[in-house]
């Protein structure tokens, strides 16, 4: 039986033994609380809230729970503040015409903190002394980073995660950081998160789906090209991500937003259905959704998939909408991934409110959840969720984006509003005569904007985010700040 389950059932038992049961979550309640805020608490606490002589599944549980509660203290630890890895989104240009790619980043937030630390480093495993770094910067402000001239490398998967499902919990990519003075005071690691909800079921397995905090991906099927004329890897305009949907799962991705076209050329029907960058097709669309159906398959984890632009071959020439090709879609996502879809007219809880708890959609295993841009669609398809609102500031100047998602966060959702979520988008637009002139790139505007995502999600956005949408997510902190804020609001309740 899954362990999951077997919370569930114990949960029927409190009565029989209330006392260890409520010692058991005061502790892991505290010790996750401190993980949250990044403070520290004894370990030497733990050992002690387990009989030594318990040997039943209740105490089996507790171990557990405290050891995946323990994993994640030691992977990130500090006595006040945190650091963080990142990867440089933009390519560097080196001496003698070398570049570098994904250079790792060292970002630290001590604000608040009576002792900033003076100096911070990259190591290549778990930090335990100075002389082990890579790379050792002094630090001279309460917060901020540094671009290392280490490259996170060849991009790979943890876990056994690479391929296929692998071990549950968070896990460390090789990068390691630390800060301190003589001795460490602060430790973290670039991590992957394919169990996050999971991991945390106990805690925020009440929250309803409007009421979490969510890492996104926009245009999250522009990563490489896969197409008969070209299969580069990186293109200034078009490709907003450089991680598979996949990857993009195992590092803790729970929102895609995907931009789907139909090209009628080709003779097999599920080959025309791509994902595009406007108009630009950038990968066919089927193999994706498998790769969806794999995680959903072989994990507890919700997803929220939302089809939010239709830039090619779904409208007729006076914009009604090409009926034979939005069914062609839907035929083909419910035949994909059909077992998981959660049903908006079994799930959906009313305009206005804040939609299904996660606990619902899990005990029914429909853990999917599948959003369309169309009303009239979605009126005649009801088993679909209403159009999720985008946050969209539509600018190229990273200040407006700020002060519009300021804005807009804070008085969102709507009262009436008839998607239970929305997903702020945390980029910006680069205009026409950006394109034409070359200005720039999207991985330069992403690099612009992603340090500031991760410190507004951790404060003023802190109460009213629901989905984060950023462009080359590895550049901002998003998947660790939401989880944790997450687990913040499921104290709360
Ligand atoms: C976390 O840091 C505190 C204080 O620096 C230390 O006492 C504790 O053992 C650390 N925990 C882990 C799991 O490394
Ligand atoms: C981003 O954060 C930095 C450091 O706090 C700040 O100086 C800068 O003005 C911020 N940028 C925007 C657009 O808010």
Same mark, same amino acid.
């Given at each position: 039986?899954?362990?999951?389950?077997?919370?569930?059932?114990?949960?029927g038992?409190?009565?029989?033994?209330?006392?260890?049961?409520?010692a058991?979550?005061?502790?892991?309640?505290?010790?996750?609380?401190?993980? &949250?805020? *990044?403070?520290?608490i004894?370990?030497?606490?733990?050992?002690?809230s387990?009989?030594?002589?318990?040997?039943?599944?209740?105490?089996?549980?507790?171990?557990?729970?405290?050891?995946?509660?323990?994993?994640?203290?030691?992977?990130?630890?500090?006595?006040?503040g945190?650091?963080w890895?990142?990867?440089?989104?933009?390519?560097?240009r080196?001496?003698?015409?070398?570049r570098?790619l994904?250079?790792?980043?060292?970002?630290?937030?001590?604000?608040?903190?009576?002792?900033?630390?003076?100096?911070?480093g990259?190591?290549?495993?778990?930090?335990?002394?100075?002389?082990?770094?890579?790379?050792?910067?002094?630090?001279?402000?309460?917060?901020?980073?540094?671009?290392?001239?280490?490259s996170?490398?060849?991009?790979?998967?943890?876990?056994a %995660?690479?391929?296929?499902?692998?071990?549950?919990?968070?896990?460390?990519?090789?990068?390691?950081?630390?800060?301190?003075?003589?001795?460490?005071?602060?430790?973290?690691?670039?991590?992957?998160?394919?169990?996050?909800?999971?991991?945390?079921?106990?805690?925020i397995?009440?929250?309803?789906?409007?009421?979490?905090?969510?890492?996104?991906?926009?245009?999250a099927?522009?990563?490489?090209?896969?197409?008969?004329?070209?299969?580069?890897?990186?293109?200034?305009?078009?490709?907003?991500?450089?991680?598979?949907?996949?990857?993009?799962?195992?590092?803790?991705?729970?929102?895609?937003?995907?931009?789907?076209?139909?090209?009628?050329?080709?003779?097999?029907?599920?080959?025309?259905?791509?994902?595009?960058?406007?108009?630009?097709?950038?990968?066919?669309?089927?193999?994706?959704?498998?790769?969806?159906?794999?995680?959903?398959?072989?994990?507890?984890?919700?997803?929220?998939?939302?089809?939010?632009?239709?830039?090619? *071959?779904?409208?007729?020439q006076?914009?009604?909408?090409?009926?034979?090709?939005?069914?062609?879609?839907?035929?083909?996502?419910?035949?994909?991934? *059909?077992?998981?879809?959660?049903?908006?007219?079994?799930?959906?809880? *009313?305009?206005?409110?804040?939609?299904?708890?996660?606990?619902?959609?899990?005990?029914?295993?429909?853990?999917?959840?599948?959003?369309?841009?169309?009303?009239?669609?979605?009126?005649?398809?009801?088993?679909? %969720?209403?159009?999720?609102?985008?946050?969209?500031?539509?600018t190229?100047s990273?200040?407006?984006?700020?002060?519009?998602?300021d804005?807009?966060?804070?008085?969102?959702?709507?009262?009436?509003?008839?998607?239970?979520?929305?997903?702020?988008?945390?980029?910006?637009?680069?205009?026409?005569?950006?394109?034409?002139?070359?200005?720039?790139?999207?991985?330069?505007?992403?690099?612009?904007?992603n340090?500031? &995502?991760?410190?507004?999600?951790?404060?003023?956005?802190?109460?009213?985010?629901?989905?984060?949408?950023?462009?080359?997510?590895?550049?901002?902190?998003?998947?660790?700040?939401s989880?944790?804020l997450?687990?913040?609001?499921?104290?709360?309740?």
């Amino acid at each position: 039986m899954q362990w999951r389950k077997n919370a569930e059932y114990d949960r029927g038992l409190v009565v029989r033994e209330p006392r260890c049961e409520m010692a058991v979550s005061w502790y892991a309640v505290v010790l996750l609380a401190a993980t &949250v805020l *990044g403070a520290s608490i004894a370990l030497s606490m733990v050992p002690y809230s387990v009989p030594p002589s318990d040997t039943t599944l209740k105490s089996s549980r507790i171990i557990r729970t405290l050891k995946r509660v323990s994993e994640k203290q030691a992977l990130e630890n500090s006595t006040c503040g945190r650091v963080w890895l990142t990867v440089h989104s933009p390519e560097i240009r080196q001496n003698a015409g070398r570049r570098l790619l994904d250079a790792l980043e060292l970002n630290w937030d001590f604000n608040g903190c009576s002792n900033v630390p003076r100096q911070i480093g990259l190591f290549e495993s778990r930090p335990s002394s100075w002389a082990n770094a890579l790379e050792i910067h002094q630090v001279n402000s309460a917060d901020g980073f540094v671009v290392t001239e280490v490259s996170l490398g060849e991009a790979t998967l943890p876990g056994a %995660w690479l391929t296929g499902p692998g071990q549950k919990g968070p896990q460390c990519l090789w990068p390691w950081i630390a800060a301190g003075d003589n001795e460490i005071q602060a430790h973290n690691c670039l991590k992957i998160q394919p169990t996050w909800m999971e991991d945390h079921a106990n805690q925020i397995n009440r929250l309803r789906i409007g009421e979490l905090a969510l890492a996104g991906t926009h245009n999250a099927g522009a990563w490489r090209f896969n197409t008969e004329i070209s299969t580069v890897a990186r293109d200034s305009f078009v490709l907003c991500q450089d991680r598979s949907i996949w990857a993009q799962l195992v590092h803790g991705i729970r929102y895609f937003d995907f931009r789907i076209a139909y090209y009628e050329f080709y003779t097999n029907e599920d080959d025309r259905y791509w994902l595009n960058h406007n108009l630009i097709r950038v990968r066919p669309l089927l193999p994706l959704l498998r790769e969806i159906r794999t995680f959903l398959d072989s994990t507890k984890e919700v997803i929220f998939l939302d089809a939010h632009h239709f830039p090619v *071959g779904f409208y007729q020439q006076d914009g009604t909408p090409n009926r034979a090709v939005h069914n062609g879609l839907l035929d083909l996502v419910r035949r994909e991934l *059909g077992p998981h879809m959660a049903d908006a007219r079994v799930f959906g809880t *009313g305009a206005g409110t804040r939609g299904p708890t996660l606990q619902s959609l899990i005990d029914a295993e429909k853990r999917l959840v599948f959003s369309y841009v169309d009303n009239a669609i979605v009126a005649d398809n009801n088993w679909l %969720w209403p159009v999720l609102p985008h946050l969209w500031a539509n600018t190229n100047s990273p200040v407006e984006l700020f002060q519009y998602l300021d804005q807009a966060i804070t008085v969102s959702p709507q009262p009436h509003a008839r998607s239970p979520m929305h997903s702020a988008m945390a980029q910006t637009t680069p205009t026409v005569l950006d394109i034409l002139f070359l200005r720039g790139s999207l991985r330069d505007n992403a690099d612009a904007v992603n340090r500031n &995502v991760t410190a507004r999600l951790a404060s003023r956005w802190r109460q009213h985010a629901n989905i984060i949408s950023s462009d080359f997510f590895l550049g901002n902190d998003v998947v660790d700040v939401s989880i944790a804020l997450t687990v913040e609001r499921a104290g709360r309740l």
